[in-house]
Nanobody, 121 residues
Framework: QVQLVESGGGLVQPGGSLRLSCAAS????????MGWYRQAPGKQRELVAT???????NYADSVKGRVTISRDNAKNTVYLQMNSLKPEDTAVYHC???????????????WGQGTQVTVSS
């Protein structure tokens, strides 16, 4: 099995910064794309940013210029640096990873439990 554990959420004032981390552990043979998604109350889960194992990134228009995704392949960890935070960034942030657990198994999506980010004065 594979586990994803997020950390780094919390309460921050508008204009502030947070850095989220997500570490993958378990039976991991290979991780392809990793990413962050968020879900605000009453809304559907939406993409924030993704990063491939080669380092190619993709960002939602709503966070471009304010958010940076990065990863440490040796640690199976993905990070999300968020700056200039706005109240509309308030949501539960979930980590996602495409993982193969052996040479013979296809990539499968795994999700973390989520970490709450609240932007409020």
């Amino acid at each position: 099995q594979v586990q994803l554990v997020e950390s780094g959420g919390g309460l921050v004032q508008p204009g502030g910064s947070l850095r989220l981390s997500c570490a993958a552990s378990g039976s991991i043979r290979r991780i392809n794309t990793m990413g962050w998604y968020r879900q605000a109350p009453g809304k559907q889960r939406e993409l924030v940013a993704t990063i491939t194992n080669g380092g190619s990134t993709n960002y939602a228009d709503s966070v471009k210029g304010r958010v940076t995704i990065s990863r440490d392949n040796a640690k199976n960890t993905v990070y999300l640096q968020m700056n200039s935070l706005k109240p509309e960034d308030t949501a539960v942030y979930h980590c996602n990873a495409e993982v193969a657990t052996s040479y013979f198994t296809p990539l499968k999506d795994y999700w973390g439990q989520g970490t709450q980010v609240t932007v409020s004065s």
